[in-house]
């Protein structure tokens, strides 16, 4: 029993080395070629669109350390994943973020194998937890400046409008909402007008962040400058009409969550207090609950409530979510 935790330390310090070794190592031979045949092209390239995509993606790409480069190569899709790590706000990369899920899912592993637990469960485990833990805090970070973002837009159309109203242009306008209002709104307006001064239209920087925040109130705005700019009229008024429209879906949401509160908090305890007993009971004592892992009839019984409890999360999660 006690080779187990020696063999999971060294499992992890290979693990560890090969990570480092497999960061720093140069880089494909054949994927540089080809960034030097595209690099030529975007050289020749004269139009004002691919200037800004140029240089958009030369500040992208210097912003990219070796682990980041490593760990982009083992991911499935790196875009997504920066993506995401950019709506939250923070300074993280891939790197980190793949640095952050390995780390977590080795020290995992090691704890549940010298409590007892089998190796590949505990990997297994190790595994799951490694890889959720940064998700779901990712998830909690977008949500958390997305709702931020949601309820001071409304805030920033106004200032919008009273802009238009004193005669300055749109563009400039943006540039003051950028500069006076602090928080994720401020940070995407300042990105857009950044964008707008090497060379972006206002349409695509626009469209841009839009694609990256996910939000239909910033999609609204997004389509109500791009139909004024084709039809004419007067953007102030419209702006103030969807400023008021924004308020109103904001305070139909609050009420809606507050309607539904008790609903979901019923469904975090019933959901969770399963998987907390369980927890429990294998600290107190773990040879107890170590047949859950050999004998199959209680496997089975496992895996029968494990599908039953996420049908009825499912169904109660779908009775609680409300689309307005």
Same mark, same amino acid.
């Given at each position: ?196 001064? =090497?060379? +972006?239209?206002?349409?695509?920087? *626009?469209? %841009? #962040?839009?694609?990256? !925040?996910? /939000?239909?109130?910033? $999609? ?6 791009? =139909?004024? +700019?084709?039809?004419?009229?007067? *953007?102030? %008024? #419209?702006?103030?009409? !969807?400023? /008021?429209?924004?308020? $109103? ?6 009420? =809606? ?68």
């Amino acid at each position: 029993m006690n080779i187990v935790p020696l063999m999971i330390v060294a499992l992890g310090g290979v693990t560890v080395l090969g990570m480092i070794v497999f960061a720093f190592a140069g880089p494909n031979a054949q994927r540089a070629g080809n960034r030097r045949l595209g690099a030529v092209r975007e050289r020749h390239s004269v139009t004002p669109v691919s200037l800004a995509d140029m240089q958009l993606r030369r500040i992208t790409n210097s912003r990219d350390t070796k682990v980041d480069l490593a760990f982009g190569r083992l991911l499935p899709n790196k875009a997504l994943l920066a993506k995401r790590l950019a709506m939250t706000g923070k300074s993280w990369t891939v790197g980190q973020y793949g640095m952050a899920t390995a780390g977590i899912a080795l020290v995992v592993a090691l704890l549940l194998t010298i409590k007892g637990m089998p190796l590949a469960l505990a990997l297994l485990a190790g595994a799951a937890v490694g890889g959720g833990i940064p998700h779901l805090a990712v998830g909690f970070f977008i949500k958390k400046r997305i709702g931020k973002f949601t309820t001071k837009f409304p805030d920033a159309i106004e200032l919008l409008v009273r802009g238009l109203r004193s005669g300055l242009p749109i563009t400039e306008t943006m540039s003051v909402v950028a500069a006076e209002v602090d928080g994720p709104v401020g940070e995407e307006f300042r990105a857009v007008a950044d964008k707008m001064k =090497i060379g +972006r239209s206002m349409d695509a920087a *626009l469209q %841009e #962040t839009a694609d990256r !925040l996910g /939000t239909p109130e910033f $999609q609204f705005f997004v389509i109500t400058i791009a =139909i004024q +700019r084709e039809t004419g009229g007067n *953007l102030a %008024e #419209t702006l103030a009409n !969807l400023a /008021t429209v924004l308020r $109103q879906r904001g305070q139909m949401k609050l009420k =809606i969550k507050a309607m539904s509160s008790e609903s979901k908090a019923s469904a975090y305890i019933v959901g969770s207090l399963p998987f907390i007993v369980f927890s429990m009971i294998y600290m107190i004592n773990g040879d107890y609950m170590q047949n859950f892992f050999i004998d199959q009839r209680l496997i089975v019984a496992g895996i029968g409530g494990l599908i039953w409890m996420g049908i009825g999360a499912a169904i109660m999660a779908k009775m609680v979510s409300f689309e307005i």
